[in-house]
T-cell receptor
């Protein structure tokens, strides 16, 4: 049981480039989330999804896009990368319901130069 | 929306002593309160959680207490060990039916051998 898998683990982008951060889970969780964590800071929600075909914005969605075509996968797309998007990105998933904890992936460390 | 404040931001304790981290929340309708541990270079991991119908929950050396009247909850770690060194996050569910957790800003706990 792999849990939540994120790829790549590290990436350096040049300003203006685009990339997709991959996230897949094998726990059949309906809900999936993308967070960013800046150095020394807490977790900020970028986008979330309550099921295939359904996505919604979190606190800091600008500069990002998501899609959810399957239960397992929830990729995060960065268009026109900016230095402000330098961060560690975490994907998480949870069963449906308000009182279940999240399972997080190991993160993608992104640097935009 | 929900606001979660976490204190202290850093905490150093001697090995074997106890550590306490406190969080306060703003939404009186919140009813689920998980705690996450994040080790260096890894994603946050759920270590314990508590629901609003319970005042205290223990799991070996860790415990969480909840005071709904005062709207605060705390993480207690007894007999601390070097492997307890990590960043700890509290979180709260904003309201019934809303599955997006609001996270605190984190506490960096250092255990001094």
């Amino acid at each position: 049981n792999a849990g939540v898998t994120q790829t790549p683990k590290f990436r350096i982008l040049k300003i203006g480039q685009s990339m997709t951060l991959q996230c897949t889970q094998d726990m059949n969780h309906n809900y999936m989330y993308w967070y960013r964590q800046d150095p020394g800071m807490g977790l900020k929600l970028i986008y979330y999804s309550v099921g295939a075909g359904i996505t919604d914005k979190g606190e800091v969605p600008n500069g990002y896009n998501v899609s959810r075509s399957t239960t397992e996968d929830f990729p995060l797309r960065l268009e026109l990368a900016a230095p402000s998007q330098t961060s560690v990105y975490f994907c998480a998933s949870s069963p449906p319901g308000y009182d279940y904890g999240y399972t997080f992936g190991s993160g993608t460390r992104l640097t935009v130069v | 929306g929900e606001n979660v404040e976490q204190h202290p931001s850093t905490l150093s304790v001697q090995e074997g002593d106890s550590a306490v981290i406190k969080c306060t929340y703003s939404d009186s309708a919140s009813n689920y309160f998980p705690w996450y541990k994040q080790e260096l270079g890894k994603g946050p991991q759920l270590i314990i959680d508590i629901r609003s119908n319970v005042g205290e929950k223990k799991d070996q050396r860790i415990a969480v207490t909840l005071n709904k009247t005062a709207k605060h909850f705390s993480l207690h770690i007894t007999e601390t060990q070097p492997e307890d060194s990590a960043v700890y996050f509290c979180a709260a569910n904003p309201n019934f039916g809303n599955e997006k957790l609001t996270f605190g800003t984190g506490t960096r706990l250092t255990i001094i051998p």
